[in-house]
C-alpha cells in the first residue's frame, strides 16, 4: 500500500488551501479509514482529521468548522479541505491508514503547508 500526499504549500492566513492523498497498491479503499496528521516543528504529530469508511468524520477542535475531509473511492482519494488557515497551522500533513490482518499502518511521505502572517 502507497499514500502519496500532495497539494501544500504557502499561503497567507485567512487563505485556503486543499491537501489530497492518493492511495494504490493492494487496499480495498472504499472499505478504509483514513487520516490526516500533522506535525509542526518541535511538537508532536497529531491527529487532524479522520474519515471512515462510511464517510463519517471527525476533527480536532483546533480545525473544527474551518477543515474539511471528504473522499473520492473511485479515484482512491482522500483530500483535506482547509480554510481560514491560520500561522498555527504551519506543518507537514501527512496521510494515513491501516489496512490488513494483522493491521499495518501507512504513512504518505507528508506534504508542506506554510501559513505567513
Known amino acids: 500500500v502507497q499514500l502519496q500526499a500532495s497539494g501544500g504549500g504557502l499561503v497567507q492566513a485567512g487563505e485556503s488551501l486543499t491537501v489530497s492523498c492518493a492511495a494504490s497498491?493492494?487496499?480495498?479503499?472504499?472499505?478504509?479509514?483514513v487520516n490526516w496528521y500533522r506535525q509542526a516543528p518541535g511538537k508532536q504529530r497529531e491527529l487532524v482529521a479522520t474519515?471512515?469508511?462510511?464517510?463519517?468524520?471527525n476533527y480536532a477542535n483546533s480545525v473544527l468548522g474551518r477543515f474539511t475531509i471528504s473522499r473520492d473511492n473511485v479515484k482512491r482519494m482522500v483530500s483535506l479541505q482547509m480554510n481560514s488557515l491560520r500561522p498555527e497551522d504551519t506543518a507537514v500533513y501527512y496521510c494515513?491508514?491501516?489496512?490488513?490482518?494483522?493491521?499495518?499502518?501507512?504513512w504518505g511521505r507528508g506534504t508542506q503547508v506554510t501559513v505567513s502572517s
Open positions: 474519515i471512515t469508511s462510511n464517510g463519517a468524520t
Open positions: 497498491g493492494r487496499i480495498v479503499f472504499a472499505a478504509s479509514t
Open positions: 494515513n491508514t491501516r489496512w490488513g490482518l494483522p493491521q499495518v499502518a501507512y
